[in-house]
């Protein structure tokens, strides 16, 4: 007989990272004294890995909104939107979504992840997925859950993306998936060239905007507004967890598509509904990130001074605009070693490493907030500074 439990022992590695004092993951915050900052273990730390882009989980007004719809509407919705759990609120908010995305129509989710779980219902096993190698692993549930073909491209290489469509078979349906902005390395979708193969090959586009809707684009819809090519793009999946401050996601695209999702996607149909004061919230932020365009004005002012700096100290790291900033490092065990320098410096930043990222490929993700004051941002600097002479990084260069 086979226990299913019996694989339940962490390796060996763990515990040794363990009583090294590196171990990166699960620590939590107790309390958050202010924007930027978080207190762990006592101390107060600059937050430089959050993907609370634009501060707005703290905003004042998004906090009463959420507030106000606990207060009207309760703390759980009670049941899936399809059988007894939607609320007007939902509605105001797809309608919402949709004008701000310029979609036909929205389907909202009760997070990011069961957006882009939701694809599973478009795709099956007479179907291909080809997705960028650093798709996220939601994207990669979606396919294995519709029990699509799965085949991945190097990131951005177009020439790769074509091989592939070029050798599948033209019977199957196919399906291309990309982020816009991609979450471990900053970079933005080469859409100008997946466009054009799915044009000629007959493929259908999802991009995944979690990192990029209201922070890209002369409007925040993102990375394909930015780049001029929305109509290419035939669903945008988004979540309310990073720029939007709170919980929850959506599936943007032509009506019927979203209707024949609202029936079929199990990851809607068979989960509650996001309750009000998440719904509220991101209600709030739409609101404050179509009047205040300043703040992504900020935060990517601030990225491209911080990014400089690193890239000026040695690291690896191409100066750039963009709010995530992705600090190479290549092994695991140094890339906890790195963390915990940064750490003790006081600057929280995210350690990743495979399945995170591809395996070899640990780095180190600092995010930037639009609320990031110029003094956290130098103790960031300094903080990557001393990590870099302690840990003699570069000594060789
Ligand atoms: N897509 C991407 C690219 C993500 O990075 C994440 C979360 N890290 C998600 C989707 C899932 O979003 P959520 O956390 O809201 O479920």
Known sequence: MVDVFAKCRLPEAYQFVKDLGVYPY?????????EGEVVIDGRVLVQAGSNDYLGLSGDERVKEAAV???RRLGTGTGGSRLSNGSLTLHEELEARLAAFLGREAVMVT???YLANLA????IGPGDTVIGDRLVHACLIDAVRVGGA?????RHNDMDHL????????PGAGRLIVTEGMFSTSGSVCALPGIAKLARAYGARVVMDSAHDVGL???NGRGAAEEQGLENAVDLQTITFSKALGTLGGAVAGRAEIIAYLRHYARSMVFTAALPPACAAAALAALEIIAAEPERRHRLRATAERLSGDLAAMGYAVAPSDRPVIAVPVGDDLLCFRLWRELFDEGVFTTAMISPGVPPGQALIRVSITATHTDAQVERIVSAFAA????????SDA
Do not use: I, Q
């Open 26 to 34: 699960y620590r939590a915050v107790g309390e958050r004294p202010g």
């Open 68 to 70: 106000e719809a606990t």
């Open 110 to 112: 009760s997070a990011g």
């Open 119 to 122: 694809l599973a219902a478009l």
């Open 149 to 153: 073909r799965l085949r991945r491209y």
């Open 162 to 169: 074509e091989r592939l469509l070029d050798a599948g078979d």
């Open 216 to 218: 890209l684009g002369a």
């Open 387 to 394: 990590a870099r002479d302690r840990l003699r990084l570069f």
